[in-house]
């Protein structure tokens, strides 16, 4: 397994690029930006996307998915909860202040235990609503890719349309129940693992 992160857009999303090595099969999750610096790797790394996967619609995690679909004929995921909040995520980027390209129609819907392939890679789809309602994360392969769920240290907010506090503590247990090893890719800032958040994250005296 190979991954890339691609830092982008004014928030400073992760966007990662993951892939067989043997293959060459990949997977885009989180595309919030800056589209052509994903496409370059692409490119050069000479990769088959099959899937652009949003872990959720925000727009500083979906601003890059059209031009990637245009590039690639990679099938877009998301889950049927975030049908809203993906349909309205240009709406949400001008009120930002950011233009952004309104988003093509998701392939597939997502939802609990969905397995996704990418070559000989295989990721489990958790369903880890709170910061938006069709919030999802991709465990495998010993990852947990956790979009703004979980960070280094923290979680994501509730304060937007759709957040909701009580569904993020359940989201966050079920994270914290993988094994303490699994790396934590989360959708800004740095990695972690399991076992550190158990310990350090603020979080875990909020439950």
Not at 31 to 45: A, F, N, S, V
Not at 104 to 115: A, T
Request: glycine share 10%.
């Amino acid at each position: 397994m190979k991954i890339f992160r691609v830092v982008v857009g004014p928030l400073q999303s992760n966007c990662y690029i993951v892939y067989d090595g043997n293959s060459l099969d990949a997977a885009v999750i989180d595309p919030g930006g800056e589209p052509l610096r994903i496409i370059d790797i692409i490119e050069q790394k000479k990769l088959c996307v099959h899937y652009i996967v949003c872990t959720h619609a925000h727009f500083d995690h979906v601003g890059g998915v059209a031009m990637i679909k245009e590039r690639t004929g990679a099938s877009i995921i998301i889950h049927k909860d975030d049908r809203e909040p993906y349909a309205g995520a240009a709406d949400q980027a001008a009120f930002w202040g950011i233009e952004m390209t309104r988003q093509p129609e998701p392939d597939i819907f997502v939802s609990e235990g969905d397995e996704l392939p990418v070559g000989s890679l295989r990721f489990r789809v958790l369903s880890t609503p709170g910061h938006s309602p069709g919030s999802i994360c991709l465990y495998g392969e010993g990852i947990v890719l956790t979009g703004d769920t979980v960070f280094e240290g923290s979680v994501g907010r509730t304060d937007f349309p759709g957040g909701n506090l009580e569904e993020l503590k359940k989201s966050f247990v079920k994270i914290m129940a993988l094994p303490p090893e699994t790396k934590i890719l989360p959708g800004h800032g740095e990695s972690s693992t399991v076992k550190n958040e158990r310990e350090s994250n603020f979080f875990v005296q909020e439950l």
